[in-house]
């Protein structure tokens, strides 16, 4: 493996979380800033660019995990309906106007929920013990479903301002990022983020399959576990931080498994940084493209995301049949 490219997609990761930090519908010369230009910088762009390099590290990552887990190429942090069940919980608190814990109500409501349906799904893949991968995908799919429903009806039942409110969450808002949101979210992501690295090496044996991780001295079902653990931790945390996006958890572990390999030791950390740098970009095309409204950056991504996917399902070697 080059150590060129790792080192290239680290330098490119690091240069487009400063570019989206001074690049924007007013550019911010770095050399020369003025006090309303610091204000801008430090109160309302940095927190922003780091909440959502938080997100697509904890998406990044989380997806590199899955389609290893389930051994499913499609497999991302949102088929297991943790997202689906953090924004029912988010929009409920939206919807119906409660805060109450203030500024931190819709975060922890959306992370209360993405929790729960954490258990539940993690209830019904274990079973005799083991916890097994087609279980826990079913589970998934079926609880995704349900919410979704859940969701529909409650917007459809709102009033005009909250749809809009709620819709907004849907596609992911990084509108309402601030400096108060982001240790909690450090904190979750980075528990998530160090389980799954340092239980990579377990993750490659899983892929060899059960019974050669076994005789390589792993307990299967735990490290499936721990892993699943580690998922939902990050998974709940980006959505509470900022709503659900899709296609980072998709999209980023394939392609950084096309340039550096599919050795999980360096693709989940290197799948965290480049999805961190994907919502980034993402966030500042959103913000940018027709100032001052924002589109949200959940739909740039997808927008992004959908067809660069499309050609890598063409292309077999990239998928690993």
Known sequence: MSKIKISLLIVISISIFLISLYLGPNVINPFHINDIEKEILFSIRLPRVIVAALMGMALGASGAVLQAILKNPLADPYILGISSGAAV?????????????????????AFAGACIVSV??????????????ERL?????????????????????????????????????????????????VVFITAGLCISIFRAKALNALMLGDDLAHSLGFSVHKERLLLFISVSLMTS??????????FIGLLIPHIVRFITGADNRILIPLSAVCGGAFLCISDLIGRSIVSPMEIPSGII??????????YLLRKKDVLGT
């Open 137 to 185: 995908l079913l589970a998934g799919v079926g609880l995704s479903f349900l919410f979704s429903a859940v969701l529909m009806l409650l917007i459809s039942m709102s009033s005009s301002e909250g749809i809009r409110r709620a819709v907004l969450w849907i596609f992911g808002d990084l509108s309402i990022a601030d400096w108060s949101m982001i240790p909690y979210g």
């Open 89 to 109: 919980s988010a929009a409920f608190g939206l919807l119906s106007g409660s805060y109450l814990f203030g500024k931190f109500g819709i975060p922890l409501t």
């Open 237 to 246: 945390a980006s959505v509470s931080l900022g709503g659900t996006i899709g």
């Open 120 to 133: 539940v799904v993690g209830a019904f893949g274990w079973k005799h013990g083991r916890m097994l991968p």
């Open 301 to 310: 991504t997808a927008i992004i995301g959908s067809p660069y996917f499309l």
